[in-house]
């Protein structure tokens, strides 16, 4: 019983740390799972079907199209024609962040090489936090991008919101916001930030986060995943060019 901690030790030391080439390169399967892949409608998907068995409204059977703000990622659709996968194990268009207008239209923030990044809870279930904070581990070090976190907004030049936001946190969401000196950043993580997700019609919910404050970057999943976040960040930033998966 005792030697288990010390096979794990050993085989930790012959490893190493390996922390991740994104965004040098595209993410890995184990970096995106398949359960982080967007629905992807095949040739024989029936569009009405996935619209009445999804549970957020996320898919417009008259547009032909997903709303990946609404989707929890929930997979019923599957049984309409939607896949979850191409097959070809490529992640190269697995990376779903997208700007907002209000930053499309606008100039892009210059930060140099250092930003500092600060996160609100306005009611989730700790799913987006996880992930968030994932980002700080040896794997993603977060550090190597000249990215850190800090808990005062007064120090931060980002802030990303997770979770649906409830009555409770709304002044304390603005008071952070307006707390951050300009220019300063925001993005909307995961589906009930963006839209409520499940709870965008529980009694709980006042309104989208970009409806509160204004939102630059958007990053759907339930949760995303930790690299997904970090492409939202670096695209905020300026660091990355906008591949358009959100449109």
Known sequence: MWD??????????????????????????????????????????DWSAGERGCPTGAIDSGGKRVDLGRCVYCRLCSSAGFTFDDGSGSRAGALQAGLTGRHAAGARRIFGRSLHVMMIDVGSCNACN???????NPYYDLSRLGIAFTNSPKHADALIVVGALNPAMVDALKMTYESMPEPKLVLSVGACAISGGIFRSAEGFVSPVGDAIPVDVVVP?????????????????????ETGAMR
């Open 4 to 45: 288990m901690p010390k096979i794990w030790v050993f085989r930790g030391l012959k490893k190493g740390i390996l922390t991740t080439a994104y965004p040098k390169s595209q993410p890995t399967s184990e970096e995106v799972p398949t359960a982080s892949l967007p629905p992807r409608p095949t040739d024989a998907v």
């Open 130 to 136: 996880l992930e968030v904070l994932n980002l700080s």
């Open 221 to 241: 999943g339930c949760p995303p995943s930790p690299v997904q976040i970090l492409e939202g960040l670096l695209l905020a930033a300026g660091r990355l060019k």
